[in-house]
């Protein structure tokens, strides 16, 4: 293995992929090692699939090479390689009349020789496969009646009884609730632990690719614009730049996107702070009003959602006082717009904050016609 390789499972170098011949995206260096979760992510039609269909050879790569386990992927037997990789397309598999049971069965074919007889052994992986994916109550199903999201779940079943050390999956999560996402990739997370599976991936839910990826590669044009670990990835702006987002903005501290800011003149001025006022700032930007927020320190939890939907905020530098020109700045917006409204909570009274109760109780002096109530917990 080369020293653009040492310590990694898997690698790639100046891998070009394509169709007819054609590269549509070059240069590609990826890297994972064992027990690490490497995320693609970029636009639609960015390459993601094509990419994930090269690194298995189901394309074949128009240049470069792939490394697994320090050799060159083409130069592994297959049924050597079919022990090692195992992977998870969106394609339809062909399945008429199959149960589920038997789809997954069809995991352990590199093992059972070649009349494909299962051994005790195979039976019991694909049932602890199954039990993994909390499939073993589909065991009986038809596969082509069950839904998408247990079709994905007897697919990855399917996998895993393979007992590969790399895994490729292509959009997983696509079909599965928030409830089934949260437990499939949980279950991918716990798997890299402890049996120090690696696996690749692509995702299109942004804020879960942050949070479960050791590294993501960042597919913009005809190549991997960024690629290491989430916090080096998403940087202030940069989702927004990758996906050339117009019409709302995406909030990398947070990973939330936020619909676009209600534009005009502020009608409304929120007091708030602590994460008490983001569902106000929302149901405000759904009924299109205008509004300003303040005092926000700048490590507030609900300081990036302001950002992203306040015509205008009044802030302070994280761990700084209340500066006198901010409180005059807040009573001007104040006294400029038709209604004030406060979610802060009493117990940030003047004791700890006397600015901010000074503005509680200014906004309790101004009407609020737009059919707010002026709130104050």
Not at 194 to 217: F, G, Q, T, Y
Not at 273 to 297: D, K, N, V
Not at 361 to 375: C, D, V
């Amino acid at each position: 293995m080369g020293a653009a390789g040492e310590g990694f499972y898997f690698h790639t170098e100046g891998l070009a992929v394509g169709y007819q011949k054609t590269p549509l995206i070059r240069d590609i260096g990826l890297s994972l090692r064992r027990g690490e979760i490497l995320t693609l992510i970029g636009p639609n039609g960015a390459g993601k699939t094509t990419i994930l269909r090269s690194i298995i050879r189901q394309l074949e790569p128009l240049g470069g090479l792939v490394f697994l386990d320090g050799k060159e992927l083409g130069k592994w037997p297959a049924g050597e390689l079919a022990a090692r990789l195992s992977v998870v397309l969106t394609e339809r598999i062909r399945a008429e009349g199959m149960t589920c049971q038997e789809v997954v069965e069809t995991g352990r074919y590199p093992y059972t020789g070649r009349f494909g007889k299962l051994s005790g052994r195979d039976h019991m992986a694909v049932r602890e496969a199954m039990e993994l994916v909390h499939a073993n109550g589909l065991a009986g199903e038809a596969f082509g009646r069950i839904s998408d999201g247990q079709r994905q779940r007897v697919m990855l079943a399917r996998a895993l009884c393979q007992e590969p050390e790399l895994i490729v999956l292509d959009e997983p999560t696509s079909y599965l609730d928030i409830r089934h996402k949260l437990e499939f990739l949980s279950l991918l997370q716990k798997l890299a632990r402890e049996r120090n599976l690696s696996v690749v991936l692509s995702m299109h839910e942004l804020d879960l690719a942050e949070r479960i990826s050791d590294k993501v590669a960042c597919i913009r044009g005809d190549k991997v614009d960024r690629f290491g670990p989430p916090e080096e990835v998403f940087t202030p702006g940069y989702i927004n730049s990758l996906y050339q987002i117009s019409t709302g903005s995406y909030e990398e501290r947070t990973g939330t996107p936020e619909l676009p800011l209600a534009k005009g003149r502020p009608q409304i001025f929120v007091l708030s702070g602590a994460g008490s006022g983001i569902f106000l700032y929302r149901r405000l930007q759904r009924q299109g009003i205008p509004f300003a927020a303040g005092i926000l320190w700048e490590n507030d939890q609900e300081y990036p959602v302001a950002r992203a939907l306040a015509s205008e905020i009044v802030s302070e530098r994280a761990f700084c006082r209340v500066r006198e020109e901010s409180v005059r700045r807040a009573k001007q917006l104040m006294d400029g717009c038709q209604g004030v409204i406060c979610t802060l909570d009493p117990g940030m009274g003047s004791d700890f904050y006397p600015e901010l109760a000074e503005l509680a109780e200014y906004g309790r002096q101004l009407q609020s016609p737009l059919g707010f109530n002026f709130l104050a917990r």
